[in-house]
């Protein structure tokens, strides 16, 4: 190996750790959490596309996490804010850790896809291009990787909470 070599391994290992340790922090306060609200759930962690994942995962069937989720994510989204707030606090770095609970995220990943997709085939059939109704961050970013994958381009349009992807045409 040369220099240069075992240098990106050494930087790839410590952000591995790093991660991990992301991880382990945000799942010992989402513990805390839980165990205020007496909501029974395990938690998962992992490191995905170079950010931290942690998921809620029912033990008992679910419906006590919906409350964890709540309208369309919005509980969901408040809980990934606070939790990497409570790690941002411990490690003094910005996260980018991703929560999901009782697969909502994984569900609506799989939903946005296949609309970016269909966005994408329309805007290729038209000609013209396709605007799509408002979406969180969260979303618009699968979307625009579902459009990149189909072989073209997006764009997000607008000013929060009303930002929105436009599928441009080939």
């Known amino acids: 190996m040369t220099e240069g070599t075992t240098t990106a391994a050494a930087e790839g290992a ?10 382990e922090i945000a799942a010992d306060y989402l513990e805390g959490l839980l165990d205020i609200a007496d909501l ?32 369309d994510g919005e509980v969901l989204e408040a809980l990934q804010e ?3 707030l409570a790690v941002h606090r411990e490690t003094g770095d910005r996260s980018r850790l991703m929560l999901d609970i009782d697969g909502f995220r994984a569900r609506k990943r799989t939903e946005l896809s296949e609309i970016g997709a269909k966005a994408a085939a329309e805007a290729r059939s038209s000609g013209n291009p396709v605007r799509l109704d408002p979406m969180t961050p969260f979303e618009r970013k699968v979307v625009h990787d579902a459009v990149k994958t189909a072989g ?8 929060e909470p009303q930002r929105f992807v436009v599928v441009l045409p080939a």
Do not use: C
């Open 40 to 71: 029974d759930g395990d938690i998962d962690m992992d490191v995905e596309a170079d950010r931290a994942s942690v998921s809620i995962i029912s033990d008992s069937g679910g419906r006590d996490l919906q409350k964890l989720v709540g309208r």
């Open 82 to 84: 606070l939790t990497r």
């Open 14 to 23: 410590d952000t591995l750790t790093r991660l991990e340790q992301e991880g």
């Open 152 to 159: 073209l381009r997006s764009e997000s349009e607008g000013e």
